[in-house]
């Protein structure tokens, strides 16, 4: 910020602030101690909403006093509140990784415990990841995530291209209202989308209903439960995500190229091959991120549409934890995941944005 | 005939249909008579009828419904801090780490996020006490921190567009920092953070995955319910609902698009 800041001196705080400060700590401890009867969850919520007001008036009386710029305060809540429920999270997942399961509550050891003559014993172990290596499972489902992921996003591709280069090349009014179509089914529940397709693919599905009538089969084709299923919901799901980077770069690939290799004499084949598809190649990398990303972590779509056999890692995580309760392990198959699905996505993104500006 | 010049057409007309069919057949087994839910049986609004005595489902709703406004509240400030934060300061300690800290959630797998986050909640109430067992508060706090992120980026590339010359001037005619925040900047990205707050609220309502990990007894929200039903098999009052999301949906979005006529023709 180019003007100075005003810091005003201590003795211009206003008093009804430190009155009101007193009052919210007050309120706080009051519930904290259990000398106010709630409602559980409305005393949940009023004491975060109590401790974050209190902590921002002592920060801003903290400032004052000490004579340092307000704009740290600003800087300050949503620094603080990311790293609390953010960072910290990952800290606690890798500490839980390491540690053992048992019957308790919480279902995995202390980090360390007092042995009979006082010591200091720190319990921890690789145990959770050896076994993640050791069993065949694990590795199956990370490389079947990553396949599962990157076929749906070819598909996406091969469908959702033709479509953003349709409604980008559309006269104007219909191009508004072709668009909104797109968008439109992302503003409906997601899991009622999904939901859709099991009355599609199902043994007695619409599909088989049709296709029956039509004379087409005689016995009905086995479609839920199968990768197919799978393929098809994580298209459906995230068509849109692919359309709109299309969209956009299509949109404003210049029409005098086009004829410029026309007049020359090539053909549209050729057109599009060597100045329409090269032109789109950024539309198509983050079209290809926006599926690849949610698709490979993915759990309610392999879980609604998939079989047993349908191995995902979202999902292994999500059955190792409510199914197994082996936190320990959800854990480790949790950082793994971080480590090698997250970081290598996370790096990538941060080199195509610095080519950006270029 | 140009073969060519069918196409496109075609392939766009397909891929419309593979875009709505799965909707349409949706909302026409809602109105079906037999509970078989792909074997037409007659017109009938009996599971609309069911759906409203569904105590469970209602109570979940409203629990969503409350989930989601507190949430996209809440995510809307965090988010327009960060995103102020991010534009108009030009240096300081920590700003990379901010940085990747409001960016990370967008690629973070779900259930990598509702983990950490739970395993964040039990380890805080051995320590702390707080927050005492999961519920409303544990989900508030989850969906406020990834949609946080969602805010930012809209608010971001609001704040980057904006005249900067228009703060300037207020500063030099002698307001401070906060005034100038509350009287030129918010005004300006109001309309941003409106649909940031909207799709916080529709990605808060949506989510299975975080909630189903950070939330507790007597908190289950409405996609914890409707898959719990689901899994078990079609069942057309989940139908019914699906209708009833899509028509609200629907209108709000042709209000959203008539507002945004008015205000083209205005200007």
Redesign the interface.
């Known amino acids: 910020m180019s003007a100075p800041d005003a810091v005003p001196s201590a003795s211009h705080a206003p008093l009804y602030r430190r009155l009101f400060l007193i009052a919210v700590v007050a309120l706080a401890l009051a519930l904290r101690f259990d000398l106010l009867t709630l409602e559980a969850q409305t005393a949940g919520t009023l004491t975060l909403i109590l401790w974050t007001t209190a902590l921002a008036l002592i920060a801003l009386e903290a400032s004052d006093a000490l004579g340092i710029s307000r704009r740290w305060l600003v800087i300050a809540l949503p620094m603080l509140w990311l790293f609390v429920f953010f960072l910290v999270p990952f800290l606690v997942l890798g500490r839980i990784s390491i540690a053992e399961s048992m019957i308790a509550r919480p279902p995995y050891s202390p980090l360390w415990e007092r042995g009979s003559d006082g010591s200091l014993e720190i319990i921890a172990s690789l145990d959770n990841y050896r076994f993640l290596l050791s069993d065949a499972l694990y590795r199956n489902a990370y490389l079947s995530s990553f396949r599962v992921a990157a076929i749906s996003t070819i598909f996406a591709l091969l469908i959702g291209y033709p479509l953003a280069y349709y409604i980008a090349r559309a006269p104007e009014p219909r191009r508004s209202i072709l668009l909104l179509l797109v968008i439109l089914p992302f503003w409906t529940s997601f899991l009622l989308r999904v939901y859709a397709w099991i009355g599609f693919l199902r043994r007695d599905g619409v599909i088989n209903n049709i296709l029956t009538w039509a004379g087409v089969i005689d016995e009905p084709l086995v479609m839920m439960q199968t990768d197919l299923a799978v393929y098809i919901g994580i298209v459906y799901t995230y068509l849109p995500f692919m359309i709109l980077p299309l969209y956009a770069n299509l949109v404003k690939l210049d029409g005098a190229l086009l004829e410029a290799a026309g007049d020359l004499g090539a053909s549209p084949m050729v057109t599009f091959l060597t100045i329409t598809l090269p032109l789109s190649l950024p539309g198509i990398v983050a079209g290809s991120m926006l599926v690849f990303i949610p698709a490979i972590g993915e759990y309610v779509i392999p879980a609604l549409l998939g079989g047993p056999d349908t191995l995902m890692i979202g999902r292994v995580l999500w059955d190792e934890f409510f199914a197994s309760r082996d936190w320990p392990v959800a854990s480790a198959v949790a950082i793994v995941m971080l480590v090698l699905v997250v970081l290598p996505i996370m790096w990538l993104q941060s080199v195509q944005n610095r080519e950006v500006p270029k | 005939m140009n073969l060519?010049g069918y196409?496109?057409?075609v392939?766009?007309t397909l891929?419309?249909v593979?875009?709505?069919?799965?909707?349409v057949?949706?909302v026409v087994?809602s109105f079906n008579e037999s509970r078989?839910?792909?074997?037409w049986g007659g017109f009938s609004t009996r599971w609309y009828g069911e759906l409203l005595r569904d105590g469970q489902m209602l109570s979940a709703a409203w629990v969503s419904l409350k989930v989601a406004t507190?949430s996209a509240t809440l995510a809307t400030v965090?988010?327009t801090?960060?995103a102020?934060?991010l534009t108009?300061?030009a240096r300081?300690r920590?700003k990379l780490?901010?940085t990747g800290?409001?960016?990370?959630?967008l690629?973070?797998?779900?259930?990598?996020t509702g983990?950490?986050?739970l395993?964040?909640f039990?380890?805080m109430e051995?320590m702390l006490?707080?927050?005492?067992?999961r519920?409303?508060?544990?989900v508030?706090?989850?969906h406020a921190?990834f949609c946080?992120a969602y805010v930012t980026v809209i608010a971001q590339s609001r704040l980057r567009d904006m005249d900067e010359s228009l703060e300037?001037a207020a500063?030099d005619l002698g307001a401070?920092?906060v005034r100038v925040f509350f009287d030129i900047t918010l005004p300006v990205i109001t309309p941003a953070l409106i649909s940031g707050w909207l799709l916080a609220f529709?990605l808060s309502?949506?989510d299975?995955?975080v909630a189903?990990?950070v939330s507790g007894p007597?908190?289950s929200t409405l996609?914890m319910v409707?898959?719990s039903k689901?899994?078990l098999g079609?069942s057309p009052d989940?139908n019914a609902?699906?209708t009833i999301?899509?028509v609200i949906?629907?209108i709000?979005?042709t209000i959203a698009?008539l507002l945004l006529r008015r205000q083209h023709k205005k200007y």
């Open positions: 060519r196409f496109l057409p392939v766009a891929g419309f593979f875009l709505y069919a799965p909707i057949s949706l087994f078989l839910v792909t074997v507190l965090i988010g801090l960060a102020f934060t108009r300061f300081f920590g780490l901010l800290m409001v960016t990370a959630p690629v973070m797998p779900e259930v990598i983990l950490s986050l395993l964040l039990v380890t051995n006490g707080w927050p005492a067992g519920g409303l508060t544990t508030v706090i989850a921190t946080a300037e500063r401070g920092p529709t309502l949506d299975l995955v189903s990990f007597g908190a996609p409707i898959f689901v899994r079609v989940v609902l699906a999301i899509i949906v629907a709000a979005v698009g």
